[in-house]
């Protein structure tokens, strides 16, 4: 690694997958409007859906912190999106644990990187503690805008305090899986960089 120092090409990286990333996440979000149970499958779709622009990201991390600013810029866009700041914690600190995984392996480990993926990808799952931490009211949010009770009723049922730790596993092991169909597609970015 040349310096371990930020440069202004590094967070313009950032700002770009970032970017990418949420339109991902907007496009995924979208379908939650056909059927709450594809709400739940949020797990399943983004981690698979932003594997090829997230590995491409991951192939030109070089330092600490690029992770991180990632997912700080992904709480805030989701705070300013609509989402509350109940998910925001969660996001963050999945953010500086996957960077630090990351580095752990010198950003040139995949072994390290799918890990890394697969724990930056529970950040996903903050789209879901407005609906578990304040049920009663996003009920009724959901249903002032239109929602049928119906709607509501399944989508209570799919995501809540119970499903919520195995909708956390699921998407581990999706980001996992996302990080070996990324890898695939980009691979000879893959080589270029050195990851092993």
Sequence with gaps: ???????????????????????????????????????????????????????LFYSKVEKFGMI?????????????????????PLIILVGVIADLIARSGEYKSFKKIVISYGIFSL???????????????YRQGLLDEGYSAEYCDNLFRAVN??????????????GCIGAFVGKAAVKKHFEKAGIV
Excluded: Q, R
């Design 161 to 174: 305090s119970k499903t919520l730790v195995f909708l956390l596993v699921i998407c581990f092991v999706f």
């Design 68 to 88: 991180t600013i990632m997912s700080i810029i992904i709480a805030i866009m989701m705070f300013v999106l609509g989402m509350g700041y109940l998910g925001a």
């Design 1 to 55: 690694m040349e310096s371990k120092k930020l440069t202004p090409k590094d967070f313009i990286t950032v700002g770009i997958f970032t970017a990418i990333l949420l339109v991902v996440e907007f496009a995924c979000g979208m379908l939650g409007y056909i059927h709450p149970y594809i709400v739940a499958s949020y797990v399943v779709m983004i981690p698979l859906a932003g594997s090829i622009p997230m590995m």
């Design 123 to 137: 950040w996903v799952c903050a789209n879901y503690f407005p609906v578990v931490v304040t049920a009663t009211s």
